[in-house]
């Protein structure tokens, strides 16, 4: 099976919808084969969502890893005077989002490859469900360089099941500086919450 986190998925396209439902969001969302849990709203991503503190309500959000954009969308609808950027290596997974925030009116997402993002952006906050099947090497990779483009003292929000790694995921970020937190554990999926102090931020 083709992995959602190639540049162009050769799957053929099977359009469909999912509903996104929050306490306080209901979307309603387009996807496709070829992206990230296609066919429903990832629990983990779920989890996510309802776990992690309200988000800034200004500055430049991050959505690492966006898929079809349920934290994306979610993010711009709780913080509509942010800027949040939803990115993803995958082609189709990025079409998606754009469509999705158009359809939804939310005019504050900025759909991007990794390589358009500007470098001189630095986010107020990140959130992601991140690709562990990439291998700890590359995920360790992803999650150094785009870590390090928080501002001082903004926090990650990660998740990861429990049995791909969520506990040795935070035992590293701890080892690289970073201060985690447990922030829930919900159906197997531990919600990370990492920062740096505020006066020193991220390495850059």
Aim: hydrophobic share 45%; net charge neutral; charged share 20%.
């Amino acid at each position: 099976m083709e992995h959602y986190f190639a540049t162009s998925p050769s799957v053929p396209s099977r359009p469909g919808e999912v509903v996104l439902r929050l306490s306080d969001v209901e979307l309603v969302l387009a996807t496709d084969t070829g992206v990230f849990s296609g066919s429903r709203v990832d629990p983990g991503t779920l989890a996510l969502l309802r776990e992690s503190g309200p988000p800034p309500h200004q500055g430049d959000l991050l959505d690492l890893g966006c898929g079809y954009g349920p934290i994306a969308c979610a993010l711009a609808t709780r913080a509509p005077a942010s800027t949040v950027w939803a990115v993803d290596v995958n082609e189709r997974a990025r079409g998606l989002t754009a469509a999705n925030a158009a359809r939804l009116g939310l005019g504050n997402v900025r759909v991007a490859s990794p390589e358009e993002v500007p470098a001189g952006v630095r986010f107020a906050g990140l959130w992601s469900n991140p690709p562990v099947r990439v291998g700890k090497a590359a995920l360790h990779q992803l999650l150094s360089t785009w870590l390090a483009l928080l501002e001082p003292g903004a926090a990650a929000w990660l998740v990861v099941n429990k049995h791909l790694g969520g506990d040795s995921l935070a035992a590293w970020l701890r080892c690289q500086g970073w201060e985690v937190v447990r922030a829930a554990s919900k159906s197997g999926y531990r919600i990370l919450l990492a920062r740096r102090d505020a006066t020193t931020g991220a390495d850059r």
